[in-house]
């Protein structure tokens, strides 16, 4: 794999809206949106590490470091290969990961962070609504049961948290994640684009 790829990261809590702003940043040509929650669900359910997230993911835990570094490593040489992500020319944007303290440490190697996202919002029970009603239609059986949401809410703020403290203060831009989405975005591309201005390329090149 190319290093160091040029990446944003969006950072916050489940149900804060990263996946909501990383599938319209995704449209945007020179940015490349990889969730890697979407990554897990996109594995095949009967092989052993569909099986391992499965396990992992229904109690509302974080699959283990070293197996999400190593599947998220051949997937985003999956996608060079498939040409979907030029690291010369796209801005990868990261949603869901870094997940804990050694993931961080454990991608720096293969990333150039030019800026986190913190997507911010003090009250959890409109997000908890939220990934239920997401739950419904999208497929999640990790989403459905309360229980294990408060619980991945719980290990966000273990394990989760502690991530922002991998980066320098002035790298970390604090987004409020209630409002409208337009405006999310516009706030969101105010961070993004100006960091991102001379680090990637011209997409139609
Ligand atoms: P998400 O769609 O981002 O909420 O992720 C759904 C589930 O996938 C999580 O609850 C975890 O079990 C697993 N997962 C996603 N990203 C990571 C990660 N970076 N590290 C560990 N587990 C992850």
Not at 80 to 105: C, E, H, K
Not at 129 to 134: F, T
Request: charged share 25%.
């Amino acid at each position: 794999m190319p290093t160091p790829l040029k990446t944003v990261l969006l950072f916050g809590q489940p149900g804060v809206g990263k996946g909501t702003q990383g599938k319209i940043l995704g449209t945007v040509p020179g940015f490349v949106h990889l969730a890697t929650g979407d990554m897990f669900r996109g594995l095949d359910r009967e092989s052993e590490l569909g099986q391992e997230f499965i396990r992992y993911s229904t109690q509302g835990l974080l699959v283990p470091d070293n197996l999400t570094i190593r599947l998220w490593r051949q997937y985003v040489q999956g996608l060079i290969d498939t040409n979907q992500y030029r690291p010369d020319n796209d801005l990868l944007v990261l949603d869901g990961i870094p997940r804990s303290a050694g993931q961080a440490a454990m991608i720096d190697e293969h990333i150039d962070v030019l800026r986190v996202i913190h997507l911010t919002c003090s009250d959890i029970e409109p997000l908890i609504e939220r990934i239920k009603r997401r739950a419904i239609h999208s497929g999640r059986p990790d989403d459905a049961d309360e229980k294990v949401i408060r619980r991945r809410m719980e290990v966000y703020h273990q394990e989760t948290s502690t991530v922002l403290d991998f980066y320098d203060e002035a790298m970390v831009a604090t987004v409020d994640a209630v409002g409208l989405p337009g405006e999310i975005l516009m706030h969101i591309l105010n961070e993004i684009i100006p960091a991102a201005r001379g680090q990637v390329g011209n997409p139609f090149g």
